[in-house]
């Protein structure tokens, strides 16, 4: 009688064990704290409307708001296409970008290009099975963006993503709401 309940235990312990291996395996593209990239993006499901919802600016952003993005998959990249709106001018501008993706890295190790030949790390940190939001990273924790496939946000979502991206090390006090609401 005793070797059965070690026997049920063991294989109980088993399977909890392997429950909560998969489990988080599922969701390893949703609570990513060391700062990595994830490893697999379906790029068809990526592409599309981003409405960027706060963000820890670069010095060619930290003045914009409203700011969407337009992801459009190529062979080995994306162009992007970005509206946004100055502080102080009721005006829409725009620019174009490209965001390269390589086949001999994670799929979430990007980088962004603005100007040739420049290009800055893009890291997708988070990103749901259901592509409803991304974030992204930056290697030196120096730029956060979050963005969404609508222009508002959960609020309890919002603060769940805030407070993983400050046990990440990313300063969040810097975050500015880019005033789509």
């Known amino acids: ?9 063991y294989v109980l312990t088993l399977f909890l064990s392997i429950s909560v291996l998969t489990s988080f395996k599922n969701h390893s593209n949703v609570a990513n704290m060391d700062n990595k ?23 060619l952003d930290k003045k914009w708001r409203k700011t969407i993005e337009n ?7 994306f162009d992007v296409f970005t509206t946004y709106y100055k502080i102080g001018n009721p005006k829409e501008q725009s620019i174009k970008s490209k965001l390269f993706f390589y086949a001999d ?7 962004a290009q603005f100007l040739w030949p420049f290009k ?15 974030v ?6 120096k730029y956060l963006f ?6 508002v946000m959960e609020k309890n979502l919002m603060t769940a993503i805030i407070e993983r991206c400050r ?15």
């Open 105 to 111: 890295k994670p799929d979430g190790d990007m980088k």
């Open 167 to 181: 046990k990440n090390g990313y300063d969040v006090d810097k975050l500015v709401s880019q005033e789509h609401n």
């Open 37 to 59: 990239p994830i490893d697999k993006i379906d790029f068809k499901k990526f592409q599309g409307k981003w409405y960027s919802l706060t963000s820890i600016p670069t010095a």
């Open 120 to 134: 800055i790390s893009y890291l997708v940190l988070e990103l749901p099975e259901d592509y409803s939001y991304v």
């Open 136 to 141: 992204i990273g930056h290697q030196d924790k």
């Open 71 to 77: 992801y459009t998959l190529k062979d080995n990249h």
């Open 1 to 9: 009688m005793k070797s059965r309940k070690i026997t049920f235990l």
């Open 146 to 151: 979050i963005m969404s496939r609508k222009p």
